[in-house]
């Protein structure tokens, strides 16, 4: 009687996933230094619990597989066979084909793969016939995705299975046409979901869509950039489509591909360089910093979500309780309400703690992406990673994955001048990219620095002037930081050719959106010669924060306190004017004062002479926002605007106050 496997399966995942990411990170170490033993052991250890693990699940394909990548790994441990770029070639496939079957088994529990051609390979590597090897190596296809272009944050690909394929056969047999079809969305539409609907509803009407990016779900909910992707089987021609979905307002299509059937691949999506295998990092394991054994449970990432969310919850009505204890004067109510506070304080620092995962879940999926680029690029690159230890909330790490991802590339691409450059220089023939993250205070700073060229503000200045954002004289006014600042325009790009990684103009002002969005901020140091730096400044944690309650009429709005650097009360006498923008002097810099109840158009007018200025920040900028009254500090939990309200400049969410009412959050950040 055959036992039934299925029930293990989640597990038989989650420690493959493990084993697969010791194999590339000890891949990597190999490649360096051919001669670490303790690189290659631990490599022979993860194939070999693999092969176990999945040969027990009955999955014979992966089993056959890590049994012919073992005898070769036995082989290179003995010494009987050398360490070279052909075995470490052929390990890296074997390790991507792996990923491959693991991804298809978690999306259709299928394993099966034809994997003869590695095979013959390991074979002919056992054998010692490495030209062999090479031969059958390049004649293994390499899989033509469905092409797209970077013009997403989160860019990503459609990755088939094997029903997808025989649906997409189907359609073809009886004379359908397969559309990839990426639209765009106005950046000022206040209902992306509706427009969504919309171009899903002209579409449909003689067609049907297969699949999309994102999910459907997402695009009904509004979880989405301002672009996103489909793929339609349809009778109708290209250009008919085209004009039907220009009839819709704040729609732009920025393309329509009809795709050919034969070239769609059943592999995972390569995304700039990086294995995209699952949208959570919980995905992409902590690898273990010590042999001490730890007693640990998996915990899914929706519960964790729902307990915030009731510790939220908690700590509002908290807020609540103290309104009604100080408004109808109950001295019985205050020992309670301090235990109360003390309680869901501890809760609340325990399930932050929970939700906070090491970046290094991040950061992991770096050192391979590096590697192929800088080969790709034909670039010697010595990539450094500091910091791995440093922990930031889940739902941060969901997101910053392909800001850096930007970073890195443009960091090797742009940043780092060739090996010929570098040595006319007088540089080392290698170049140095460092991706590092600390702690400071209630924030985590990311950096990806090279030091390569730097920044070339001139040529930065004669683009921007080229596209039209500026005129000559304009330019010629921009201090060196201004004129980087150009680099985070939508659209701009310095690169001469378009190329598979650069040179489409969409990139930093991604970048900048998606950290912005994090309620971050993105920082550049460069100096001409030396090289760059891209700062990152993130919140630890996006879901409970600390916050300035301030009033403007009878209106209370929150300012977050990591935008606040001090506050201070003026009167009407210390306002001064300046080319029509009122300024105070405060320790000896000008500071531009703004009203925070014409900001946001607050009906009625203070007619106190004194008034309350809270100082805040946006990079190196500062200004002065005028209130009415500071009632002081206070913890909130962030509430979502929704679909319909979401997305205003200005305005960061809302929050239930201890008295009921509904306040808003500012977001300093877009407000500037």
Do not use: W
């Amino acid at each position: 009687m055959k036992m039934d496997m299925s029930q293990y399966l989640d597990v038989f995942l989650e420690e493959s996933k493990e084993h697969l990411e010791i194999l590339n990170q000890r891949l990597l170490e190999l490649e360096k230094d051919s001669g670490n033993i303790n690189a290659l052991n631990e490599i022979f250890r993860a194939a070999h619990t693999l092969k176990g693990m999945s040969s027990t699940m009955g999955f014979d394909d992966l089993a056959d597989l890590t049994h012919h990548m073992e005898n070769v790994l036995s082989d290179l441990k003995e010494g009987i066979l050398p360490v070279n770029s052909t075995v470490i070639d052929t390990i890296f496939k074997c390790f991507d084909r792996l990923q491959m079957i693991i991804d298809n088994i978690q999306a259709n529990g299928s394993g099966e793969t034809d994997n003869s051609n590695l095979i013959n390979i390991l074979e002919n590597i056992k054998t010692g016939n490495f030209e062999a090897a090479a031969i059958i190596e390049k004649e293994i296809p390499v899989p033509i995705l469905m092409p797209t272009e970077e013009n997403s944050s989160s860019q990503e690909s459609f990755a088939f299975n094997e029903y997808d394929i025989t649906v997409l056969k189907e359609a073809v047999s009886r004379d359908f046409k397969i559309y990839n079809i990426k639209v765009a969305i106005d950046q000022g539409c206040l209902m992306k979901s509706v427009r969504a609907f919309m171009v899903f509803k002209a579409v449909e009407e003689d067609g049907e869509i297969i699949k999309s990016l994102p999910p459907a779900q997402d695009l009904d909910e509004g979880k989405f950039d301002n672009d996103f992707e489909i793929l339609l089987i349809s009778t109708v021609a290209a250009d008919a489509l085209e004009k039907r979905l220009g009839n819709i307002s704040e729609i732009n299509v920025l393309y329509i591909r009809e795709i050919n059937i034969d070239v769609l691949s059943t592999k995972p999506v390569m995304v700039n360089g990086v294995n995209n295998f699952s949208k959570s990092p919980s995905d992409t394991p902590d690898s273990p910093r010590s042999h001490k054994a730890k007693q640990t449970v998996r915990v899914d990432i929706d519960r964790l979500d729902n307990l915030m969310n009731l510790v939220g919850e908690l700590v509002m009505h908290k807020g609540r309780l103290e309104q009604i204890g100080f408004s109808n004067k109950i001295s019985e109510l205050n020992e309670t309400i301090e235990q109360i506070d003390r309680i869901s304080t501890d809760l609340q620092a325990v399930v932050m703690k929970v939700r906070m995962v090491p970046i290094e879940q991040v950061f992991n999926r770096f050192p391979r992406m590096v590697r192929d680029l800088a080969r790709d690029l034909n670039k010697e690159v010595d990539f450094l990673i500091e910091g791995k230890e440093t922990e930031l909330d889940r739902t941060v790490i969901d997101e910053i994955g392909d800001p850096l991802v930007h970073l890195l590339r443009n960091a090797i691409d742009h940043g780092l001048e060739s090996s010929q450059e570098r040595l006319k220089k007088g540089k080392s023939q290698q170049g140095t990219v460092i991706l590092r993250a600390r702690h400071e205070g209630n924030n985590v700073y990311i950096e990806v620095e090279d030091d390569g060229g730097g920044i070339d503000t001139d040529r930065v200045m004669a683009k921007a002037v080229e596209k039209g954002l500026l005129t000559s004289r304009e330019v010629e006014q921009l201090s060196r930081e201004e004129a980087i600042e150009l680099l985070f325009n939508p659209g701009f790009s310095t690169a001469q050719n378009v190329t598979d990684i650069s040179g489409r103009g969409v990139g930093l002002d991604v970048v900048k959106t998606k950290i912005e969005s994090l309620s971050g901020e993105i920082f550049v140091d460069s100096k001409p010669g030396q090289g760059t730096r891209f700062r990152i400044k993130l919140p630890l944690t996006l879901a409970i924060i600390q916050a300035l309650m301030v009033s403007v009429q009878d209106e209370l709005y929150a300012i977050p306190l990591s935008s606040v650097d001090e506050t201070t009360m003026i009167t009407a006498s210390d306002i001064k004017m300046v080319q029509n923008q009122e300024v105070i002097m405060l320790r000896g810099s000008v500071l531009p004062l703004y009203r925070l109840g014409n900001l946001l158009s607050v009906p009625g007018q203070s007619d106190s002479d004194d008034m309350y200025v809270v100082v805040v920040r946006k990079a190196e900028r500062q200004i002065g926002l005028v209130v009415d009254s500071l009632i002081g500090q206070q913890e909130i939990v962030i509430k979502s605007l929704g679909r319909l309200l979401g997305g205003i400049p200005g305005l960061a969410g809302a929050i239930v106050a201890g008295d009921g009412h509904v306040r808003l959050i500012l977001d300093i950040i877009t407000l500037f």
